[in-house]
Nanobody
Framework: QVQLVESGGGLVQAGGSLRLSCAAS????????MGWFRQAPGNEREFVAA????????YYADSVKGRFTISRDNAKNTVSLQMDSLKPEDTAIYYC????????????????WGQGTQVTVSS
């Protein structure tokens, strides 16, 4: 079992930045794909970013490409999401996820999920 705990959410003005962190316990995540998803009220959970175990391979949703950066520290069992140039449409609950299967990247079928952290961007 893997336990994931997100932190770093909050309220920020449009154009501002936030850094989300996800701390994992229970397993070493060095061989897991780590992802960030978000869900706004009334919307389905959507893919934001992911990092394969190699860390050099990253993926982003078009809506956040160039503004968000995913990074991971396998030694510390953490993954982060640096969010810059935030927009009101980025407002959502952000979830950290982990999966041991190679093919999982953008699909919301990750094995393990955190409880989520709220990000609110005011205009």
């Amino acid at each position: 079992q893997v336990q994931l705990v997100e932190s770093g959410g909050g309220l920020v003005q449009a154009g501002g930045s936030l850094r989300l962190s996800c701390a994992a316990s229970g397993r070493t995540l060095s061989r897991y794909t780590m992802g960030w998803f978000r869900q706004a009220p009334g919307n389905e959970r959507e893919f934001v970013a992911a990092s394969r175990w190699s860390a050099s391979t990253t993926y982003y949703a078009d809506s956040v490409k160039g503004r968000f950066t995913i990074s991971r520290d396998n030694a510390k069992n953490t993954v982060s999401l640096q969010m810059d140039s935030l927009k009101p449409e980025d407002t959502a609950i952000y979830y950290c996820a982990a999966d041991s299967r190679y093919g999982i990247v953008r699909s919301p079928r990750y094995e393990y999920w955190g409880q989520g952290t709220q990000v609110t961007v005011s205009s």
